[in-house]
């Protein structure tokens, strides 16, 4: 399982990371190849200065070593862990366009004499407009929702709730980030669910990132903006980047398992701006944008 899913993420990076180049025609992805000192490593892609991306980074892993006293639990008193997963955020030069994140992954966790004790996939895809039409919005929840209805009408709802309720600064009275997506966590082997079906669960939620995503770059990259719209992106970004450094689980893990604090940052955009209590002004675009972060069904919108 583990060498299939490896391949799978293997595959996806080279596949987004060409439909990027071939959209943003200027900037390419530098490949940066790097070991963990505890064992594996991994491959960070890197693009930057772009016509439509300012930065981004698609990166995959496969990395393994003790387990942190932090992880630890009444199963494993003394073990290690194999991690593999792909990692992206993309962060657009145009404020019309979104910024975008996604992740899939699969850990095995194992005892001091090596044997297996658990495993689990994880993953998802979430949404950060700056500025936003309904239909785009509508658009990518909808591209996830059919990624996971084959394997339970029950699921997407479920793991948008998990989304809205993770990407939210709770140190900010619960602000969500952007408008969410899907999230899922600790997805395990049971009498009902097999690990293969847990593998094309994630392979599909995978395969969906291009399809969701992609139309939204391609209709809005091209729309004029001013300083002004440049100056909410980079205050909006600013709150991005309080999740990621205060409450991200991925960041965590990372640094708390030695991992390369590069690609672990990656996920940071250029610039970013902190303005004082500020508030947008009332009946604005960016007023707006702050009512559509509020969690809501994107799925059945009778305005649509």
């Known amino acids: 399982m583990k060498n299939e899913f490896i391949h799978f993420i293997h595959s996806l990076q080279t596949q987004i990371c060409d439909v990027l180049e071939t959209i943003d025609g200027k900037a390419f992805f530098r490949q940066d190849v790097w070991q963990h000192p505890e064992g594996g ?27 942190p ?16 997963g792909i990692s992206l955020v993309i962060h657009p030069v145009n404020p019309f366009v979104p910024t975008v994140h996604a992740n899939f992954r699969y850990f095995e966790l194992y005892d001091k004499m090596g044997e297996l004790k658990e495993c689990w996939f994880g993953g998802g895809a979430d949404l950060t407009p700056f500025y936003l039409k309904e239909s785009d919005g509508s658009h990518f929840h909808r591209t996830f929702k059919a990624a996971c209805d084959p394997f339970g009408i029950e699921l997407y709802p479920l793991f948008k709730k998990k ?76 709150r991005y980047v309080e999740f990621n450094l ?13 991992g390369r604090t590069e690609s672990i940052l990656i996920s940071l955009p250029p610039t970013a701006k902190w303005k004082y209590d500020f508030h947008p002004v009332p009946g604005s675009p960016e007023a707006q944008m702050e009512e559509w972060l509020k969690p809501r069904d994107w799925i059945d919108m009778r305005s649509l």
């Open 41 to 67: 490593g991994g491959r960070t892609h890197v693009i930057e200065d772009g016509n439509v991306f300012e930065k981004g980074g698609v990166s995959t892993s496969i990395v393994h070593g003790k387990l």
């Open 69 to 84: 006293e932090i992880l630890l639990d009444n199963k494993v008193s003394d073990g290690h862990f194999t991690a593999c």
């Open 163 to 238: 989304c809205d309720e993770y990407f939210a600064n709770k140190h900010r009275n619960n602000e969500p980030r952007g408008i969410g997506g899907i999230f899922y966590d600790y997805l395990r082997p049971d009498k009902e669910k097999k690990i293969e079906d847990l593998l094309a669960f994630s392979q599909s939620n995978g395969n969906a990132f291009l399809r969701a995503y992609i139309p939204l770059v391609i209709k809005n990259k091209d729309i004029p903006y001013t300083q002004a719209h440049r100056d909410w992106q980079a205050y909006r970004r600013g």
């Open 246 to 258: 205060i409450h991200d689980r991925g960041t965590l893990f990372g640094i708390q398992t030695n």
